[in-house]
Structures are given as structure tokens and as C-alpha cells.
């Protein structure tokens, strides 16, 4: 994306006349970016870098002590009209070539200045670690003179018989994974065990540990020079960090590339070194330190030193792929130049790309960035406002006012001391003014789709469990499960021979008491009443043991499906009375049981909801119509199914002394809906899913409003 340049600029007489050059202490390498030949100045001393393009360093390259800056510029215009920088990029490129202490002057205050350069540039530093308190950082060692003892050792690491040892050792921890990955997930459970967390945190700092060595181990092998290591504090966690800056210097991105995946291909390889040591150790501190080791390279690998949106080895890799330098600061350039270009009408801002192409991945990225950045930190913030209130109110307060404080202050100063907005200052003031205005009156005013979701089981209407009404062996399974059947339909035979045995010793001692029944109506009428009571007592009896065989074949009470996919497994087998043995289902009405939490439970009294639907597990593209509900207006404790709950695989947290599974840790609302049926659906009895209620629109500053305070409230009781 070829840049207007200005020849000339009003400021140019201030440094027209000065006698500048490159410290001798400044190195340059030439390097390639997207095709296009760049120059990199560096100062090992101060460990300083800047890029500049051909036509820069051109003139950067001519400055010299005995000449003016005027001498040199007039020099370069008259050999390279086309491409020499105008008097406007000169300024800038010394200004910042200045604030980098790569110049020389030969004017006795100039080592002053030089030291107050100094002091500025650690002051910038110093407060943009107070800015990013969640990541400080303090470098405590240098470690280039270990480096280079170690040398003879790096080259050999890092060589094809060390990429073959490593592949090696690798493929074969995989495999001890794969054959002991049952034993590997279940000690996964208990991970953030509070008894685990101190191994958690050692195991975290060997890791990264070795993994900034991993980067320093590459720098060196390429030529590099490594001078800081140090640590940084990461969300008030101490972890080490080291400065790979001098990769910026080697001239083949594959190079920059390696040393970003270094530390992450270290972290590999000391996990599959920890899966042997698991492998083979019993329970104790090594084998769970192990296995801490194991899980931390592999989700610190995945969840954040692999994700470009964080300034971690993935935005160093992404930067190096796309040959886009300081990617992140050229991204909030390129968005800073749309907002000027195109809202503000300054049609002399230039783009920071040079292409099209890199200006949409600069917009693309600056976006991302800037909203990522947001979700992580507010989420980080939630984090240790759980565990440290106080810290959690100073960390917020912090980014409070670098997000939204400082940056309108910026603003404000910018709208109103820019040079750049001399001739246009009104309209950049309307604009941004308009605009902000705006967003809060659309956010505030503008009704949008409201709406919330709760975890449910469908049931029908009318069911009943098939319990085994005796006991006895389960002799024949008469319906399979699956069939439909209807009322009065054989589905279970069981067998019970002691029920044979009684009922024939009941009819033996009835013919014997009818006979004695006979001789005392004929002889003795004082023997008639207690025979009369006894044989009373046997009929009773004879009845209940006729009932029990009768019960042996359970027969279907209602009509419906007949579910009982494990009633095979009783075959042949011992029941007692009352054992669950399967489900009839009536398929012809439905139910869908779902769970309000209390932060929703208000609004299902507040008549604001307008429609409900429902999607079932495994049929999420089609939509349920609900055509009436039934709020219960009662707390409840007690799931309508294990599956809502953490035992089941749902979201509802339950008690965990409960072995059921249904028990919640906090009381719950229930919402009964009426499910009309869809042909192209089919419905199964407790199936889980979850039901959208639609409430009435509302503008989203008070949705979000709303729900900060709802979280203020339930889990700080503010």
C-alpha cells in the first residue's frame, strides 16, 4: 500500500543544521519481510531495535558527524527523488531513533540527555508495568556467558540427531499414554484438588522454567545474544520470562519461527520424559508431580503459549509467518489511521501497511486483539476477585482507568492538541463526540432480543417404572424391550418353586381343617369357632400366595413403549420384590422438566416472558414449540434428572456427598412445559435438552447492567 510522503514540513529548521550520526556501538543487518528488502539497526548494549525500509536507511546510512542533516537530506533527494523520505518522515525517524538512543552527538550535553533518555525510556517502562500489573515483569540475571559455556551442548540438542532422539521419545510416550490413558483420566479428576495445588504450581514453574530456556537455547544457536531473564508475575504468580528480542536480528523468519516453538517443543519433550517417570512410579510425590508436569505442558502449550491474541510465543510465531514486526502496535496504528482517514477526513494519514493484503490483517488482528483482551482480563479479574476480594476490587479499579479513564483523557488531548487535526479539529470533535454519544444511546435506548436458557429433561406425560412385585428367578423376558404394548400384555415371567411349595401346604392343611370342621358341626359345636377362625385365616392366606404366583408375570398397567434395555442382564438371576426391571412409556404426550437457577427464577414471575422453545441433545436443529407452561412456586433440592447434574455430564452443581447425583447445592425453580409434537422430531423419554424463554426486549445496557449486578450479589454480596 504505496504512502503519500510530505517534502516538506514547517518543524524542518529546528534540526536542519545539526551534525548527527549512528552510535558505534548501533549494528545493522539486512533481512527480507514479504519480499521486500528491510534493514534492522540494533545496540547489543542497550539491546534497542528498529526496522527501517531501504530508502530510511539510505539517508540513516549517510549521517555523519562532519555533515547537516540538511547536507545529507538534499544528498539523498537528488540521488533517489522517488523513494527518499520527505521532510516530515526524516523528523519522525530521528525522533524516535533519538528516544532509542541509537544516535550520537558530538555536543558535550548529549551524554546528559543520553542518561535522561535513559531515565525516561525505564520510566515508560516502569508504568507500563504498573498499567499491566497482571503481568509484571522484573529481570534479575544475565544469562549469556552460561549460554555460551553451553554452546557445544546446544548445537547437539539442536541438530537432526536431536530432532531424531526427540521425535523418538515423543511417539513413544504417546504410546504409554494410549495404553494407560483409563488410569490417565481419572487422576485428571483430581487436578485442582486442594491437596494437589502445591505440586500444581512446582510442576508449572519447572515447566516454564525449561521453556524459556528452550527459547534462550535457540537465540543462541542462531547467533543471538540472551541478556535478561527474570520473572514475571503473572496474575501475582511469580513465573520466569527471559528477552528473546535479538531473534529479531536473524535473517530467516524459520529462524524466528524456531525460536518462538522452541520453549513449547521443550515442553513437549519434558512431558513425554514425565510419562515414563508416571508410568512406572506407584503413588507419591513423583509420580503426582509427574503427572502435574504432564498436564501443565500440555494445556499451558494449547491454551495460551499457541494462541496469537495474547503476546505469548503464538503472537511472536504469527508475526514471523505474516513478516509483520510489532504486529500488535502496527494493528492499533492501522486502526487509529481508518478512525482518521475516513471518520476524522485526514487524507494525509498514512497506513503502517504496505500492502492491502497486511492492512486487512493489521484491521483484522487490532480487532480481535482489543476484544479478546477484554474477555480474558474481565475473566481474570473474576478469577481473583473469588480468591482475593480486596485485590480483586485494586485490579479493577486499575483497569478501570487504563481502559476507559486513560484512554478518554488520550482522547481528549489528542481531539484537542494534534497538529494533524489543525484544519479538521471540529469535525474529529463532532465525530467522536457523535459517535460515543451514539453507542450509549443505542446501548441505552435500543430494544434488543432478551432471552435466557435453562437445562431440562423431557418426559411423558404418563409413565410408570415395572417393578417386580415378588421375588423370584427372571425366567422369561416375554416383550422385548422397544415394543409397544397395551394395557394387561405380558412382559416379565418369573419363577419362584417356594411359592408352589406354600401354596400346596396351604391347600393340604385346608382339606384337613375341613374335615375337623365336618366332625365338630356333627359332635362338638364348642370346637366349631376357633376351626371356623383358622380356616378363615388359611383362605386369607391361600388368596395372598395365589396373588404372589399371579404377580409372577408382570403384565403392562398402561399403554405405551415398553423400555427396559437392561432387563437381559436379570435373565436367570435372583429379584427381590420391588426391583426396578423397566419403564412404560405413553409416547402420545410429552413434558419438558426444566431448572430456573435463581438469578433467572425473578423473571418467571415478573409475566415478562413471551414464548418458550425447546431443543432436545442430539436434535438441536429443530425447534419445539411449547404450548403452555407451569411454573412450580416452590424451592426444590432434588433433580428431575442425574443427567442436569455435574455426576451426569449437566451444569447444575450438586452436592457431592450425594451418590445420586440429584441433589443441588443451592435451591432451584421447576418450570413444567407442554410440548407439542414435530413429525420431523422423534421423542424419547428423558431425553435432556434445554428450553430458551423469550422475554420482552430490552436495551443491552440494562441486560448488562442487570447481570453485573446479579454477579456482585451472588458471589461477592455486594
Same mark, same amino acid.
Given at each position: 500500500?504505496?504512502?503519500?510522503?510530505?517534502?516538506?514540513?514547517?518543524?524542518?529548521?529546528?534540526?536542519?543544521?545539526?551534525?548527527?550520526?549512528?552510535?558505534?556501538?548501533?549494528?545493522?543487518?539486512?533481512?527480507?519481510?514479504?519480499?521486500?528488502?528491510?534493514?534492522?539497526?540494533?545496540?547489543?548494549?542497550?539491546?534497542?531495535?528498529?526496522?527501517?525500509?531501504?530508502?530510511?536507511?539510505?539517508?540513516?546510512?549517510?549521517?555523519?558527524?562532519?555533515?547537516?542533516?540538511?547536507?545529507?537530506?538534499?544528498?539523498?533527494?537528488?540521488?533517489?527523488?522517488?523513494?527518499?523520505?520527505?521532510?516530515?518522515? !526524516?523528523?519522525?525517524?530521528?525522533?524516535?531513533?533519538?528516544?532509542?538512543?541509537?544516535?550520537?552527538?558530538?555536543?558535550?550535553?548529549?551524554?546528559?540527555?543520553?542518561?535522561?533518555?535513559?531515565?525516561?525510556?525505564?520510566?515508560?517502562?516502569?508504568?507500563?508495568?504498573?498499567?499491566?500489573?497482571?503481568?509484571?515483569?522484573?529481570?534479575?540475571?544475565?544469562?549469556?556467558?552460561?549460554?555460551?559455556?553451553?554452546?557445544?551442548?546446544?548445537?547437539?540438542?539442536?541438530?537432526?540427531?536431536?530432532?531424531?532422539?526427540?521425535?523418538?521419545?515423543?511417539?513413544?510416550?504417546?504410546?504409554?499414554?494410549?495404553?494407560?490413558?483409563?488410569?490417565?483420566?481419572?487422576?485428571?479428576?483430581?487436578?485442582?484438588?486442594?491437596?494437589?495445588?502445591?505440586?500444581?504450581?512446582?510442576?508449572?514453574?519447572?515447566?516454564?522454567?525449561?521453556?524459556?530456556?528452550?527459547?534462550?537455547?535457540?537465540?543462541?544457536?542462531?547467533?543471538?545474544?540472551?541478556?535478561?531473564?527474570?520473572?514475571?508475575?503473572?496474575?501475582?504468580?511469580?513465573?520466569?520470562?527471559?528477552?528473546?528480542?535479538?531473534?529479531?536480528?536473524?535473517?530467516?523468519?524459520?529462524?524466528?519461527?524456531?525460536?518462538?516453538?522452541?520453549?513449547?517443543?521443550?515442553?513437549?519433550?519434558?512431558?513425554?520424559?514425565?510419562?515414563?517417570?508416571?508410568?512406572?512410579?506407584?503413588?507419591?510425590?513423583?509420580?503426582?508431580?509427574?503427572?502435574?508436569?504432564?498436564?501443565?505442558?500440555?494445556?499451558?502449550? %494449547? %491454551?495460551?503459549?499457541?494462541?496469537?491474541?495474547?503476546?505469548?510465543?503464538?503472537?511472536?510465531?504469527?508475526?514471523?509467518?505474516?513478516?509483520?514486526?510489532?504486529?500488535?502496535?502496527?494493528?492499533?496504528?492501522?486502526?487509529?489511521?481508518?478512525?482518521?482517514?475516513?471518520?476524522?477526513?485526514?487524507?494525509?494519514?498514512?497506513?503502517?501497511?504496505?500492502?492491502?493484503?497486511?492492512?486487512?490483517?493489521?484491521?483484522?488482528?487490532?480487532?480481535?486483539?482489543?476484544?479478546?483482551?477484554?474477555?480474558?482480563?474481565?475473566?481474570?479479574?473474576?478469577?481473583?476477585?473469588?480468591?482475593?476480594?480486596?485485590?480483586?476490587?485494586?485490579?479493577?479499579?486499575?483497569?478501570?482507568?487504563?481502559?476507559?479513564?486513560?484512554?478518554?483523557?488520550?482522547?481528549?488531548?489528542?481531539?484537542?492538541?494534534?497538529?494533524?487535526?489543525?484544519?479538521?479539529?471540529?469535525?474529529?470533535?463532532? !465525530?467522536?463526540?457523535?459517535?460515543?454519544?451514539?453507542?450509549?444511546?443505542?446501548?441505552?435506548?435500543?430494544?434488543?432480543?432478551?432471552?435466557?436458557?435453562?437445562?431440562?429433561?423431557?418426559?411423558?406425560?404418563? @409413565?410408570?417404572?415395572?417393578?417386580?412385585?415378588?421375588?423370584?428367578?427372571?425366567?422369561?423376558?416375554?416383550?422385548?424391550?422397544?415394543?409397544?404394548?397395551?394395557?394387561?400384555?405380558?412382559?416379565?415371567?418369573?419363577?419362584? *418353586?417356594?411359592?408352589?411349595?406354600?401354596?400346596?401346604?396351604?391347600?393340604?392343611?385346608?382339606?384337613?381343617?375341613?374335615?375337623?370342621?365336618?366332625?365338630?358341626?356333627? @359332635?362338638?359345636?364348642?370346637?366349631?369357632?376357633?376351626?371356623?377362625?383358622?380356616?378363615?385365616?388359611?383362605?386369607?392366606?391361600?388368596?395372598?400366595?395365589?396373588?404372589? *404366583?399371579?404377580?409372577?408375570?408382570?403384565?403392562?398397567?398402561?399403554?405405551?413403549?415398553?423400555?427396559?434395555?437392561?432387563?437381559?442382564?436379570?435373565?436367570?438371576?435372583?429379584?427381590?420384590?420391588?426391583?426396578?426391571?423397566?419403564?412404560?412409556?405413553?409416547?402420545?404426550?410429552?413434558?419438558?422438566?426444566?431448572?430456573?437457577?435463581?438469578?433467572?427464577?425473578?423473571?418467571?414471575?415478573?409475566?415478562?416472558?413471551?414464548?418458550?422453545?425447546?431443543?432436545?441433545?442430539?436434535?438441536?436443529?429443530?425447534?419445539?414449540? !411449547?404450548?403452555?407452561?407451569?411454573?412450580?412456586?416452590?424451592?426444590?433440592?432434588?433433580?428431575?434428572?442425574?443427567?442436569?447434574?455435574?455426576?451426569?455430564?449437566?451444569?447444575?452443581?450438586?452436592?457431592?456427598?450425594?451418590?445420586?447425583?440429584?441433589?443441588?447445592?443451592?435451591?432451584?425453580?421447576?418450570? *413444567?412445559?407442554?410440548?407439542?409434537?414435530?413429525?420431523?422430531?422423534?421423542?424419547?423419554?428423558?431425553?435432556?435438552?434445554?428450553?430458551?424463554?423469550?422475554?420482552?426486549?430490552?436495551?443491552?445496557?440494562?441486560?448488562?447492567?442487570?447481570?453485573?449486578?446479579?454477579?456482585?450479589?451472588?458471589?461477592?454480596?455486594?
Amino acid at each position: 500500500m504505496k504512502q503519500e510522503r510530505q517534502i516538506f514540513h514547517e518543524s524542518w529548521y529546528r534540526i536542519a543544521n545539526q551534525r548527527i550520526c549512528l552510535r558505534a556501538t548501533v549494528k545493522v543487518r539486512r533481512q527480507l519481510f514479504r519480499g521486500t528488502r528491510w534493514y534492522i539497526l540494533y545496540d547489543p548494549f542497550s539491546n534497542q531495535f528498529f526496522r527501517l525500509r531501504p530508502a530510511a536507511y539510505e539517508f540513516v546510512a549517510r549521517l555523519s558527524n562532519t555533515r547537516t542533516v540538511e547536507e545529507v537530506w538534499r544528498e539523498v533527494m537528488e540521488c533517489n527523488p522517488q523513494d527518499a523520505p520527505g521532510q516530515e518522515e !526524516v523528523i519522525h525517524l530521528l525522533a524516535q531513533l533519538y528516544h532509542a538512543n541509537l544516535l550520537h552527538y558530538q555536543l558535550p550535553p548529549d551524554t546528559t540527555k543520553l542518561f535522561e533518555r535513559y531515565k525516561q525510556r525505564k520510566q515508560r517502562i516502569l508504568q507500563a508495568n504498573l498499567l499491566n500489573i497482571m503481568f509484571l515483569r522484573i529481570p534479575l540475571w544475565d544469562p549469556d556467558n552460561f549460554l555460551k559455556r553451553l554452546l557445544p551442548f546446544i548445537r547437539v540438542i539442536m541438530s537432526p540427531i536431536g530432532t531424531i532422539f526427540w521425535s523418538g521419545i515423543v511417539i513413544f510416550a504417546v504410546k504409554e499414554v494410549i495404553d494407560h490413558f483409563s488410569e490417565f483420566r481419572v487422576q485428571s479428576q483430581g487436578i485442582l484438588a486442594p491437596s494437589n495445588l502445591f505440586l500444581l504450581y512446582l510442576g508449572a514453574v519447572i515447566v516454564k522454567t525449561l521453556h524459556e530456556f528452550g527459547h534462550a537455547f535457540a537465540v543462541r544457536r542462531f547467533g543471538g545474544e540472551v541478556h535478561t531473564m527474570g520473572i514475571m508475575f503473572l496474575i501475582f504468580t511469580p513465573f520466569p520470562y527471559m528477552d528473546a528480542t535479538a531473534a529479531w536480528t536473524f535473517r530467516s523468519k524459520w529462524k524466528r519461527v524456531f525460536v518462538g516453538i522452541a520453549g513449547m517443543v521443550v515442553e513437549i519433550f519434558v512431558a513425554a520424559c514425565c510419562v515414563f517417570i508416571w508410568a512406572n512410579t506407584g503413588p507419591g510425590v513423583i509420580h503426582s508431580l509427574a503427572y502435574n508436569i504432564i498436564f501443565i505442558a500440555s494445556v499451558s502449550t %494449547l %491454551l495460551f503459549n499457541l494462541n496469537p491474541l495474547m503476546r505469548f510465543d503464538g503472537y511472536y510465531i504469527l508475526s514471523d509467518l505474516l513478516d509483520i514486526p510489532n504486529l500488535r502496535s502496527k494493528a492499533m496504528q492501522q486502526l487509529v489511521h481508518l478512525v482518521e482517514y475516513y471518520a476524522f477526513g485526514y487524507k494525509k494519514s498514512q497506513s503502517p501497511a504496505f500492502s492491502k493484503k497486511e492492512a486487512f490483517w493489521l484491521t483484522f488482528y487490532g480487532l480481535m486483539s482489543g476484544v479478546y483482551t477484554v474477555v480474558v482480563f474481565s475473566r481474570i479479574l473474576l478469577f481473583v476477585a473469588d480468591k482475593f476480594l480486596l485485590a480483586g476490587i485494586i485490579m479493577a479499579i486499575i483497569c478501570a482507568v487504563s481502559w476507559v479513564v486513560v484512554p478518554l483523557v488520550r482522547l481528549g488531548r489528542y481531539l484537542a492538541t494534534s497538529p494533524k487535526l489543525e484544519r479538521i479539529r471540529l469535525r474529529a470533535v463532532l !465525530v467522536s463526540v457523535g459517535v460515543l454519544g451514539g453507542c450509549i444511546s443505542f446501548l441505552y435506548f435500543y430494544p434488543f432480543p432478551h432471552n435466557f436458557k435453562a437445562p431440562g429433561v423431557l418426559k411423558a406425560s404418563d @409413565s410408570m417404572v415395572v417393578v417386580s412385585k415378588t421375588d423370584g428367578y427372571v425366567a422369561e423376558i416375554v416383550t422385548p424391550s422397544g415394543r409397544r404394548v397395551e394395557p394387561g400384555d405380558p412382559l416379565v415371567r418369573l419363577e419362584n *418353586k417356594e411359592i408352589e411349595f406354600k401354596i400346596a401346604e396351604v391347600q393340604a392343611e385346608l382339606e384337613e381343617i375341613t374335615v375337623q370342621r365336618q366332625q365338630a358341626i356333627g @359332635s362338638n359345636q364348642g370346637d366349631l369357632k376357633p376351626i371356623e377362625s383358622q380356616l378363615i385365616f388359611l383362605k386369607k392366606r391361600l388368596a395372598h400366595l395365589q396373588e404372589e *404366583k399371579n404377580n409372577l408375570l408382570l403384565r403392562a398397567e398402561i399403554g405405551g413403549i415398553w423400555v427396559a434395555p437392561k432387563v437381559e442382564e436379570y435373565l436367570g438371576k435372583w429379584v427381590l420384590r420391588g426391583t426396578p426391571l423397566g419403564e412404560l412409556v405413553n409416547d402420545e404426550k410429552f413434558y419438558f422438566s426444566c431448572v430456573i437457577l435463581q438469578q433467572e427464577a425473578s423473571r418467571l414471575f415478573c409475566g415478562k416472558i413471551k414464548s418458550l422453545e425447546v431443543r432436545l441433545a442430539g436434535q438441536s436443529k429443530i425447534t419445539l414449540p !411449547v404450548s403452555h407452561y407451569i411454573t412450580i412456586p416452590a424451592e426444590h433440592n432434588i433433580l428431575p434428572s442425574p443427567a442436569l447434574g455435574w455426576a451426569g455430564g449437566g451444569e447444575i452443581a450438586v452436592d457431592l456427598k450425594d451418590s445420586r447425583g440429584v441433589t443441588t447445592v443451592e435451591p432451584f425453580y421447576e418450570v *413444567k412445559a407442554e410440548i407439542t409434537p414435530v413429525e420431523k422430531i422423534v421423542l424419547f423419554h428423558r431425553s435432556s435438552g434445554r428450553i430458551k424463554f423469550r422475554l420482552e426486549e430490552e436495551p443491552l445496557l440494562r441486560q448488562w447492567w442487570y447481570k453485573l449486578r446479579q454477579l456482585l450479589q451472588k458471589r461477592y454480596q455486594l
